[in-house]
């Protein structure tokens, strides 16, 4: 009964949202820019790709993609290839189905060139290489004037702050910021747990399951490498750890 009313709350109060919101349009139009990210990143990787779904459809934005997607594509963020105004405009105007035509081909005609320009993306946010670029950490309060002015807030950075970055800062290069660190610890507490299946070892197994799963969706779903993206992976780590290690107090 329980989860029945859980369910039929959620359902109502999701209906109630939809409703207020734009109908879908805004997530339809990242879904696009999401498929011509893929597109992008496999024409880079392979110029003589042919998307002929794509140049049927709309010869200008397979055009572009081939040339200002290409130039400023980048594998650890997609607002480069995004914020391009003419591609941008392009792939707003586009026919409706075009760009999903023609990366459901290269999903399905070339799996091999797919999982290789996905792999690169996955790396940024799993591995962060260069973590700096990935946004790891903020302090203070800052923004676009005219949205703080609407806020009523103003700009802030004191000793608090700098502290923070300091310390932050100092620990950027080490296990505490890795999700490959995390991801390890997870996999082999699970272990663990299932092997001793004591009291409550099964739901923080299946936390720890959840999260290493919910990490291997963005091999297919990441476009850009912010640590945020992985706060549960790691957040899931340290509560298992948590656990195992109250059970040997």
């Given amino acids: 009964g329980f989860f029945a009313a859980a369910a039929l709350l959620t359902c109502g109060i999701n209906s109630l949202l939809i409703a207020q919101g734009d109908g879908g349009k805004g997530a339809a139009l990242e879904?696009?820019?999401a498929q011509g990210y893929d597109l992008v990143g496999a024409l880079r990787k392979d110029a003589t790709l042919e998307l002929p779904a794509l140049r049927a459809a709309d010869p200008k934005l397979e055009g572009l993609l081939r040339t200002r997607g290409v130039a400023h594509y980048s594998d650890h963020l997609i607002d480069t290839y995004a914020n391009d105004?003419?591609?941008?405009?392009?792939?707003?105007?586009?026919?409706?189905?075009?760009?999903?035509?023609?990366?459901?081909?290269?999903?399905?005609?070339?799996?091999?060139?797919?999982?290789?320009q996905r792999w690169p993306v996955f790396?940024?946010?799993?591995?962060?290489?260069d973590?700096?670029?990935?946004r790891p950490l903020y302090f203070g309060?800052?923004?676009?004037?005219?949205?703080?002015?609407?806020?009523?807030?103003?700009?802030?950075?004191?000793?608090?702050?700098?502290?923070?970055?300091?310390?932050?800062m100092a620990?950027?290069?080490?296990?505490?910021?890795?999700?490959?660190?995390?991801?390890?610890?997870?996999?082999v507490l699970l272990v663990f747990l299932l092997r001793r299946s004591c009291g409550p070892d099964l739901a923080v197994a299946g936390m720890l399951g959840g999260a290493l799963v919910f990490?291997?969706?963005?091999?297919?779903?990441?476009v850009a490498c912010d640590y945020r993206y992985l706060y549960f992976l790691d957040l899931a780590t340290l509560a298992a750890a948590f656990?195992?290690?109250?059970?040997f107090g």
């Avoid at 790396?123 to 290489?129: D, G, H, K």
């Avoid at 950075?157 to 923070?164: E, F, P, Q, V």
């Avoid at 620990?171 to 996999?187: C, K, Q, V, Y």
Wanted: hydrophobic share 50%.
């Fill in 85 to 116: 105004p003419p591609l941008s405009a392009a792939i707003e105007a586009s026919p409706k189905g075009a760009i999903f035509a023609a990366w459901r081909e290269l999903v399905l005609g070339h799996p091999g060139l797919y999982l290789r």
């Fill in 171 to 187: 620990l950027l290069d080490t296990p505490l910021f890795s999700h490959l660190a995390f991801g390890a610890l997870a996999a």
């Fill in 123 to 129: 790396r940024q946010v799993l591995a962060t290489p």
């Fill in 215 to 222: 990490a291997l969706t963005f091999l297919v779903l990441s």
């Fill in 141 to 168: 309060v800052d923004g676009p004037p005219d949205v703080m002015e609407q806020l009523g807030m103003a700009r802030r950075w004191n000793s608090r702050d700098t502290a923070l970055a300091h310390y932050g």
């Fill in 243 to 247: 656990h195992v290690a109250r059970g």
């Fill in 31 to 33: 879904i696009r820019y």
């Fill in 131 to 134: 973590i700096r670029v990935c």
